[in-house]
C-alpha cells in the first residue's frame, strides 16, 4: 500500500506538472540520428543551437513543398572538437554507404558554430563530458566501464540514459530544465508566476556573458578545434558535399563594445579567411537579425518566434541558395 501510494502520488504530481510546466525535452544528437532514417538533402551540425537549424529545416520544406529535406543534430554544450567526433563518429556510419559514397540526396552540409566553440583555456585531459553523455553507444560506454569501472565521467552517460528513458515524463523535463536553465526552483517559479528573473540576476547573467566575451579573444581558435574544423572540411571535400560555416546569432546586449571590438569581429575576419583559404562558404550571421527580446533567459538560445524570424531571414539572405537545392539533390 505504501508503494502503491507513492507510485499514485507520483502520477499526480507529474500530471499537474505537465498542466503547468509542459515544455518538449530538448533536441539532442539522438533525435538527429533518428531523423537520419531518412538522408536529407542538407545536414546541419551545431552546438545545442542545432535546434535553431532544425526549425530552418521545417522552413526550407515548407517553402520547397517538402521537395528539399534538412536535417539538424544538436550536440549540447558544443566545441568544434566534440561536434567534429560526433560526425565521425556516429554520423558519418549512417550517411556514408558501405562504399564509402555519401547516401543520395545528401549534397550540402551546414557547421554552426559560435566563437565560444573554438574557446580553450587549456587542453582536456579526457573525453568531452558532451561527448559522453550524447554521443557515446552503449558500446561506447562497456569498453570504457569494463576498463575503468564507474567513474564520474562515463555516469554521464548513465544519467542521459535515464533522462531519455523518462523524457515522457513532467516531473523529469522540470527537474533537468531548473537545473540548466534556471539555476534553482525559485527562479523556475518567479518565471513561471510572473514571466521573467528579478532584475539583478538577469543583470548578473549579463555581467558574465560580458566578461566571457570581452575575453574571448584569449581562447578562441584555440589549436585543438581548428585543427577538428579542418577534419570537418577535409570530410566534406573528400565527398564533394557543399559546406557552409555559419556564425551563428548571440543575443546584442550580450556584447559590448569591447567585445565586438576584441572578439566578435576577429573572430569572424579570422573565419572569413579560412573560408577563402579553404573555398569554403562563411556566413557571419552574429548580429543584424535578432533582437534581444528573441532571446531566452540564458541570453544564449533563441526563442520559438526569434527561430521562425532567423529561418525566414536565413532562407531570403544568407542561406537562399538552399531554396535551389532539387529534391534529387543536385543544385538548380
Known sequence: MVALGIVLALVCADLAMSAFYNVPAKRQVRDGLKDLQRIPN?????????????????TLRDRTDGGTDLIA??????KVDAMEWVLHNRLKPVIVDHSGAVREPLTHMIFGITWWDTCRQE??????????THGWTASDYLDDFSVKGATELNRNYVRNLWRHSFSASALVRTRFAISENFSRFTNFLR??????????????????WHDDID?????????????????????????????????????PDTITETGLRDTIKPFATALKAYGKEHAIRVVDMTLGILDDNEFMLDLDHVTPSGNVKWSEHALDNELKFLLGVSPVGAAQ
Open 215 to 251: 575575453n574571448g579573444h584569449q581562447c578562441y581558435l584555440s589549436d585543438m578545434d581548428m585543427a577538428a574544423l579542418d577534419r570537418f572540411t577535409e570530410f566534406t571535400k573528400q565527398h564533394k558535399l557543399d559546406f557552409t560555416v555559419v556564425l551563428f546569432p548571440l543575443k
Open 73 to 78: 543534430v544538436a550536440l549540447e554544450a558544443g
Open 191 to 208: 518565471v513561471m508566476v510572473l514571466g521573467g528573473l528579478p532584475e539583478d540576476e538577469y543583470q548578473q547573467t549579463l555581467d558574465r
Open 123 to 132: 587542453l582536456p585531459t579526457q573525453t568531452a563530458h558532451n561527448v559522453v
Open 42 to 58: 542538407v545536414l546541419a551540425v551545431s552546438s545545442s543551437h542545432g535546434r535553431s537549424f532544425h526549425v530552418l529545416g521545417d
